[in-house]
Structure formats: structure tokens, C-alpha cells
């Protein structure tokens, strides 16, 4: 719990001063959908390996490592630049393949998710599928970088990330460094090479 808490302390601080381009709006029309519901399928959307939700979790039984899930909608002009922009990187997709199981999840999905023993459907109370509730602890924001390591709560980090952005945190979990000390004194003393 006491990882947990200082973590969210940490991460809000990274978001508010590190990352405003999370907040800027979306220049022009953004008309591209993505197709396939990530919950039932593969998807290869460039760089990135996306697996299904249940190849995730098949493979966490096998290998433990971090999971990465980016949550987003089909009619979120963000979500598509950071398809576009971020998740299309070389250096990006070579290291979340190596490092973490990505999985895309649309949080409109009507479809059922199983997650570890649990099963989540489409709310209509919240106008998506409960997976994302769960995810984003209630604060629906697309897109949003959903880390999971393995045994922990899902942390989210909402808001567009370009490269740069992306790097300290899944390098963060990707090399193990949670577990030794803070994402602030963690990203001090990181240089970016994205």
C-alpha cells in the first residue's frame, strides 16, 4: 500500500509538470478508427505487438512481467496521435515488446473481459465496459497508459504521451527500478534518448 500511495503521489507530479502536452487539444479533424475489440483479438498496429487481454494474462502465468495496457476509445483524436506518433516509435515498440505484454483496450467494448478471475462488462451507467472503471480507478480519460506489475494495483496515466514522455516511466517498471525507490528520484537523475 505504501508503494501504491507514494507511486500516485509521484506519478501525479510527473503529469502535472512533465507531460502538458496531455492536455493540449487535438489540432484538426481525427477521423481513423481502430478496428477489433482487443479483448477478443491480436492486433499489430504497426511497431507495437498488441495481444488480447487473454493472451496477456496466459503469458503472465508463463513469464512474469509488467503489463502495459493503452486504454482508449474510437473517437479519441489522442489515442490515434499516440498510435501515430508514439506507439509507431522503433525505439518505443522494440522495448515495450521486449520489456512489458502490451495490450490495447477499448473501454467502449461491449464485449466481456476476464481479468484475473473476474469478469467485466459493458456499464451503461458509465457508458463503457467496467475493465476501464477498473483500470483508470473511476477517472475515464483517453487515452490512458495503464502500467500492471504483476501482484500490484494498475496504474494509470492518463493523457497523450509523445516518445520522450513515455520513456522514463515504462522504463521506470520495465527495468525494475519501482521496486528500489521513487518515480521523482527515479526521473532526477533519467536522461532521455527517445
Known sequence: MKFTYLFSICLAAFILVVLPSARK??????SATLAGSASAISVNSGAVTWLSIDEAASRLQQ??????IDLYTTWCGWCKQMDKKTYSNKAVAQY???KFYTVKVDAESHATINW???SYNFSPQYRCNEFAV??????LEFPTTIIIV???????????MEPRDLEPLVKYF???????????????SFHTTW
Open 174 to 188: 520495465g527495468e525494475g527500478d519501482y521496486r528500489t525507490r521513487s518515480f521523482d528520484e527515479y526521473h532526477k
Open 96 to 98: 515495450l515488446n521486449e
Open 150 to 160: 504483476p501482484g500490484e494495483e494498475p496504474q494509470a496515466i492518463p493523457g497523450f
Open 63 to 68: 513469464t512474469k512481467k509488467p503489463v502495459l
Open 116 to 118: 484475473q478471475g473476474r
Open 134 to 139: 477498473y483500470l483508470a480507478h473511476g477517472q
Open 25 to 30: 487539444p487535438l489540432p484538426g479533424p481525427a
